[in-house]
C-alpha cells in the first residue's frame, strides 16, 4: 500500500519525463530545502524550534534563494500550474520525512539534536550547502543528476526486487 501511494505521489510529479534528470543547481536547492524541512519536522516533533529559528535566522538569506530555484524548476516544468505541483511536493517531502521520524521511534528526537548540532556548527552557505549534498534528506522523489544513466540492469533488477 505505501509503496503505490508513493507511487501516486511520485506520478504527480512525474508527468512524464519531467524529473529525467536534475540539474545540479537544482539538485543543490532542492538539498538545502529539503534539509530545511528535515530540521522544521524535528523542531516541530521534539521541541526544539530555538535551533531551527538559529538554523533560519542564520541561513535565512541563502535559503530564501534556494527556494527559489525550486519554485522556478517547478515553474519551467508544470508552467502556471506550478504552485499545485509544488505545493503538493513540499507536503509530500514533510509528509515522507515526519513518517521517516515515526519509524525512527524514540531514537528520532535524539538524530535530530545530533542534526541540529551539526548544522548550527556550519559557517558558511558553503558550508551548508556541501553537508545537504553530503547528508541528504529523505525526499517524497527520486532524483537522477543529469549525466547520470540507469542501465537497463539496474532497471531489471529494480522490477525484480522484492516488495514490502
Not at 508513493?6 to 539538485?27: D, E, K
Not at 529523505?138 to 516488495?163: D, T
Amino acid at each position: 500500500m505505501r509503496r503505490i501511494a508513493l507511487g501516486l505521489i511520485a506520478a504527480t510529479f512525474l508527468s512524464g519525463n519531467a524529473f529525467a534528470c536534475m540539474q545540479p543547481s537544482t539538485q543543490k536547492a532542492l538539498d538545502v530545502v529539503g534539509l530545511k524541512s528535515t530540521l522544521m519536522v524535528g523542531a516541530l516533533a521534539c521541541n526544539q524550534r530555538q535551533d531551527y529559528d538559529t538554523f533560519m535566522t542564520r541561513f535565512q538569506p541563502h535559503i530564501l534563494a534556494e527556494q527559489h530555484r525550486v519554485d522556478a524548476y517547478f515553474r519551467r516544468r508544470h508552467g502556471r500550474a506550478f504552485h499545485k505541483y509544488e505545493d503538493s511536493y513540499i507536503t509530500s517531502l514533510a509528509n515522507v520525512q515526519s513518517s521517516a521520524g515515526i519509524h525512527e521511534g524514540s531514537n528520532f528526537c535524539g538524530r535530530s539534536e545530533t542534526l541540529f548540532g551539526k548544522v548550527l556548527a556550519l559557517k558558511t552557505q558553503t558550508e551548508l550547502d556541501d553537508f545537504a549534498r553530503q547528508a541528504p534528506a529523505v525526499q517524497p522523489i527520486v532524483m537522477v543528476e543529469c549525466g547520470i544513466v540507469e542501465s537497463s540492469a539496474f532497471r531489471r533488477m529494480e522490477r525484480l526486487a522484492p516488495r514490502p
